[in-house]
Every structure is written in C-alpha cells, then in structure tokens.
Nanobody
C-alpha cells in the first residue's frame, strides 16, 4: 500500500524559505506517475501548487508560486521536494502531496489517488 508522508512545514516570517519533503513508501506499479503538491487554507478549497512527472521530471506550477517555488524529485529517496522561497502570508496553508497515476501534471485534486496527511506552513507578516 502506498503511503505519503510530508514534512518540513513551520512558522516563518514573510520573505523566508522552507523546504517541504514528501516521502513515499510502498510500491507503485509503474514509474509513469506524477506527484503534486496542493495546499488548503481554512475555509478554502484545496488548490494546486506544483507537480512533477516522476519519470522525466517535467514540472508545472500555479501562477501564484512561479519564480518562488521549485518542485524536484529524488529517485533514491523516493521523495519529492518543494523548495519555497520568498514566502508570503498568502502562502499560509496546510500543504499536501499526492500521487496521480495518469502521468499528467493535473491541477485537479480528484485525479490524485494517494494523499499524505499534510504539513502546516504559516507565514507571518
């Protein structure tokens, strides 16, 4: 059974950086899948942040984080990372990673099958 565990969240001031990690355990039957990061603020819907195709590393980002966030993967560690720079108060949310078996950088949460429990990011002004 596939499990995802996020870590790396915290409370930081605006302008600071954080690096989120998403570690996968359990076997995925194919390398043709994507890993996405989503976030959800209180009272808001879950929104797409970034995604990476596991096999070839193709990435995509929502406009709000382009130029500030970078998603990457590490084969040996079965992990995906989200480097977040120049954080803003509006980045405050619970951040989740998830696996999409269709090998697309989908922005739709319903297309992702496996989810972690999330890691909280809070950015103070």
């Amino acid at each position: 059974q596939v499990q995802l565990v996020e870590s790396g969240g915290g409370l930081v001031e605006a302008g600071a950086s954080l690096r989120l990690s998403c570690k996968r355990s359990g076997r995925v039957t194919s390398t043709y899948y994507s890993v996405g990061w989503f976030r959800q603020a209180p009272g808001e819907e879950r929104e797409f942040v970034a995604a990476v195709r596991w096999r070839d590393g193709t990435t995509s980002y929502t406009d709000a984080v382009k130029g500030r966030f970078r998603i990457s993967r590490e084969y040996a560690a079965n992990s995906v990372y989200l480097q977040m720079n120049n954080l803003k108060p509006e980045d405050t949310a619970l951040y989740f990673c998830a696996i999409n078996p269709s090998y697309t950088e989908s922005t739709i949460p319903g297309e992702y099958d496996y989810w972690g429990q999330g890691t909280q990011v809070t950015v103070s002004s």
